[in-house]
């Protein structure tokens, strides 16, 4: 009997104008998959059969759909559900803050698809009521608030550019609070309850990635109590994850400048989960602001 061969992956990219759906998009074609762009969602069945027939079943697909597809979003919601077109799909949304998102428009002179007579930050706000229960359903969100076009590259590329699919990938992102909550951050974990060294003067001008930071933090009363109650309540959603097909997730800790506590205790998480043989790696996002 012939081994048939397994089925591609199907990536939906989706998400804000301006976010970064197009360098998504050639990435994802650089890593071999066949790409659509502003496909109708009710055709995307049809573009999974026809690349079935011409490339084979192995080929992967990435289809991007954004604000223009109007109405159709409900249509997309539908053929994704479980089964529905008969690959593995994962749903990725880019989103930004309004005011990179009106920068970046602004930057390339031209107007938001629903922005009519008014203002484009009026385009922006309708266009986000209308994905709002898109991106509550993504399976992956990436804020490109912070991110230059080669650094988004490389996070599709981290992404989808791995062979081997089966293992959760989980993001753990140290930050700081008076920066703002990364807004792609499925959990977030406050360590403003441990001591601050930066009011140690011999700790200040370090970083929780240094020994001794690490060790004053790890040591304080709370954070061992911390960390045996929250890995494994991670470890018990990311099966439930692989469970319901989704393989990304992000975890961000956060303190008030995020260059001690959250940064400590974010290489200590991902220690933890790596031992239970998640593939996890930490982003320091605020590190060096200071």
Same mark, same amino acid.
């Given at each position: 009997?012939?081994?048939?061969?397994?089925?591609?992956?199907?990536?939906?990219?989706?998400?804000?104008?301006?976010?970064?759906r197009?360098?998504a998009?050639?990435?994802?074609?650089?890593?071999?998959? =066949?790409?659509?762009?502003?496909?109708?969602?009710?055709?995307?069945?049809?573009v999974?059969?026809?690349?079935?027939?011409?490339?084979?079943?192995?080929?992967?697909?990435a289809?991007?759909?954004?604000?223009?597809?109007?109405?159709?979003?409900?249509?997309l919601?539908?053929?994704l559900?479980?089964?529905?077109?008969? @690959?593995?799909?994962?749903?990725?949304?880019?989103?930004?803050? $309004?005011?990179?998102?009106?920068?970046?428009q602004?930057?390339?002179r031209?107007?938001?698809p629903?922005?009519?007579?008014? +203002?484009?930050?009026?385009?922006?706000?309708?266009?986000?009521?209308?994905?709002?229960?898109?991106?509550?359903?993504?399976?992956?969100?990436?804020?490109t608030?912070?991110?230059?076009?080669?650094?988004?590259t @490389?996070?599709?590329a981290?992404?989808?550019?791995?062979?081997?699919?089966?293992?959760l990938?989980?993001?753990? *992102?140290?930050?700081?609070?008076? =920066?703002?909550?990364?807004?792609?951050?499925?959990?977030?974990?406050?360590?403003?309850?441990?001591?601050?060294?930066?009011? *140690?003067p $011999?700790?200040?001008?370090?970083?929780? @990635?240094? %020994?001794?930071v690490a060790?004053?933090v790890?040591?304080?009363?709370? /954070?061992?109590?911390?960390?045996?109650?929250?890995?494994?309540v991670?470890?018990?959603?990311?099966?439930g994850y692989l469970?319901?097909?989704? +393989?990304?997730?992000?975890?961000?800790?956060?303190? %008030?400048?995020?260059?001690?506590?959250?940064?400590?205790m974010?290489?200590?998480v991902?220690?933890?989960? +790596? /031992? @239970?043989?998640?593939?996890?790696?930490?982003?320091h996002?605020?590190?060096?602001?200071?």
């Open positions: 009997m012939t081994e048939q061969t397994p089925p591609g992956e199907l990536v939906v990219v989706t998400g804000m104008t301006g976010a970064g197009s360098t998009a050639k990435e994802l074609e650089d890593l071999g998959f =066949y790409v659509v762009d502003n496909l109708p969602p009710g055709l995307l069945r049809d999974v059969r026809l690349v079935d027939e011409s490339a084979g079943p192995g080929q992967s697909i289809v991007v759909v954004d604000v223009r597809s109007g109405s159709f979003f409900q249509t919601q539908a053929n559900a479980r089964g529905g077109i008969g @690959r593995r799909a994962t749903l990725l949304f880019l989103d930004a803050t $309004d005011e990179v998102l009106v920068r970046r602004e930057a390339a031209r107007p938001h629903l922005q009519g007579g008014g +203002r484009l930050l009026d385009g922006l706000q309708r266009e986000r009521k209308v994905l709002a229960d898109l991106r509550g359903d993504a399976d992956l969100v990436i804020d608030t912070g991110l230059n076009v080669h650094q988004l @490389r996070a599709i981290g992404a989808f550019g791995k062979a081997d699919k089966v293992r990938s989980v993001n753990v *992102i140290s930050f700081g609070f008076k =920066y703002g909550i990364p807004i792609d951050a499925d959990f977030v974990a406050d360590m403003r309850f441990l001591p601050n060294p930066h009011w *140690i $011999d700790l200040r001008p370090g970083t929780g @990635r240094d %020994t001794e060790e004053y790890l040591s304080r009363a709370g /954070a061992s109590e911390f960390l045996d109650g929250y890995v494994p991670l470890a018990g959603v990311a099966e469970r319901e097909g989704k +393989r990304f997730m992000r975890v961000a800790i956060g303190c %008030t400048g995020g260059k001690h506590r959250s940064v400590a974010t290489e200590e991902v220690r933890r989960l +790596r /031992a @239970r043989g998640y593939d996890a790696q930490p982003v996002r605020d590190l060096g602001r200071e």
